[in-house]
């Protein structure tokens, strides 16, 4: 059996040529692909570091907001502690009141 190398040659060249084709249209379409995630990244970018903004501005609020409520809780207790000397006074300035008045009968 002889071989017909020329044949060979030919029909080897044109799978390569078939391979190197599909190629360069995958290089293509992966370029594609590329620089449409290059795009949505860079959206994706832009909309977290808008979220991130606005989250900022939110915990700022919240950090003012806690900050009231702190000052409130500790002036409640301050006035619960206080609370009966309050009361004993109050009394004391009505029974003082009283004790130089007659009694209702």
Not at 23 to 34: A, D, I, N
Not at 41 to 59: L, P
């Amino acid at each position: 059996m002889a071989m017909n190398v020329e044949a060979e040659i030919r029909d080897l060249k044109r799978r390569v040529g078939e391979i190197e084709g599909s190629f360069g249209f995958l290089t293509r379409q992966l370029k594609s692909v590329h620089k449409d995630l290059l795009t949505f990244q860079a959206k994706t970018e832009q909309k977290f570091d808008a979220v991130d903004q606005k989250f900022a501005a939110v915990d700022a609020r919240f950090d003012k907001v806690d900050g009231r409520l702190d000052r409130l809780d500790g002036s409640l207790r301050k006035l619960r502690d206080d609370m009966p000397g309050i009361v004993g006074d109050a009394m004391r300035t009505v029974v003082r009141a009283r004790n130089g008045k007659p009694r209702k009968a």
